[in-house]
């Protein structure tokens, strides 16, 4: 599939449309989630509960007609409960292998902080390295996968931190929010009689999104761009009030969201502008705040932002007609 800005919007543009029908008022989120697809990305999705973190992730499995299975996480779950099982059958004297619900296309890991670090950790290969290993032997995932994992920012009773290495194999960090008097009163009107998700549709077929992957990575970046997001990311090491900060997986998730997000707005080459607004998606949830920072109140969404109104923006022309 040759790249031209309009088919990547018009695709995109089917997909977020169909997930307004069900997700209302949240086109931002929204935007994060396709990016987050585009670039086989999985997404961490912190917020209270009842905002609609389960709903998004249905609406997306059915917007794309793909496989769909949700994780419910707790305390006592074993990592076999997630990537499934060798079982000795009787008949043929064999182990066969019983796949767990890790094996589908969209995965919603429901309040993964409740499950123990041995069992986070057994979606550590499945979102790396999109395969799982049991017993020795390796089993390939489905094409496309996507883990989208939830948490409640609140409630920590019962609850195991994710581990850095675990975040940061997140590409985007996002957050609902609640609604606004409007939409809360549409959300209303909508679920009156029946839910929208019944009758939604798949708009994009895995065929197409495996086209438009690909194509998202021939966006042309020009280099005072990529050293503006590299310095972006390198300033969160050597920030006095981060503990740790950005890794390189960081840096190369901010370079293949910011293609995408062009992507989706019709260009093809990436702006400031686009490293922006990614920004704090992309690299907040990868830092520790050192301790003294947060007795000040900060957060790592605030040291970001403080970085970047700090960092001088490339300009010129970044389009690269001269190049091409």
């Keep these: 599939m040759e790249l031209t800005g309009t088919n990547v919007q018009l695709i995109t543009g089917r997909v977020m449309e169909n997930l307004e029908k069900v997700i209302v008022g949240k086109r931002q989120p929204i935007e994060l989630i396709i990016i987050g697809l585009l670039c086989q990305g999985h997404l ?5 509960p ?21 994780i419910q996480f707790t305390p006592d779950m074993l990592p076999s409960d997630v990537t499934g099982v060798s079982i000795f059958n009787q008949e043929n004297r064999q182990f066969e292998f019983r796949a767990g619900p890790i094996m589908a296309q969209v995965v919603l890991a429901d309040e993964i902080n409740r499950a ?12 790396e390295e999109r395969q799982i290993t049991v017993d020795g032997i390796t089993h390939s995932l489905p094409r496309p996968f996507m883990v989208l994992a939830t948490q409640n920012p609140i409630e920590y009773e019962g609850t195991f931190p994710l ?3 675990q975040l940061d194999r997140f590409l985007l960090r996002v957050r609902l929010g609640y609604p606004n008097l409007m939409d809360e009163i549409r959300v209303l009107e909508r679920q009156q009689l029946r839910h929208p998700i019944e009758d939604l549709q798949p708009v994009i077929s895995t065929e197409e999104l495996r086209e438009v992957q690909e194509a998202i990575k021939t966006v042309f970046v020009a280099q005072p761009v990529k050293r503006y997001l590299v310095e972006l990311t ?8 981060i503990y740790l900060g950005a890794s390189p997986r960081g840096s190369l998730g901010l370079f293949r969201a910011g293609q995408a997000r062009a992507a989706m707005g019709g260009r093809d080459y990436v702006l400031p502008d686009d490293i922006k607004a990614l920004a704090v998606p992309v690299l907040a949830h990868r830092m520790v705040v050192s301790p003294s920072a947060r007795l000040k109140n900060l957060t790592a969404d605030k ?8 960092l001088p923006v490339p300009g010129g022309d970044l389009s690269g007609s001269d190049l091409r």
């Design 44 to 48: 961490l999705i912190e917020d209270v």
């Design 234 to 241: 390198r300033q969160t090491r050597d920030h006095s009030d």
């Design 50 to 70: 009842g905002v609609g973190k389960t709903m998004l992730a249905r609406s997306l499995a059915r917007s794309m007609g793909s496989s769909f299975s949700r």
């Design 163 to 165: 581990p850095e290495a």
């Design 303 to 310: 040291i970001v932002q403080e970085i970047l109104s700090n």
């Design 116 to 127: 123990t670090p041995k069992t986070q950790s057994a979606l550590l290969e499945a979102m």
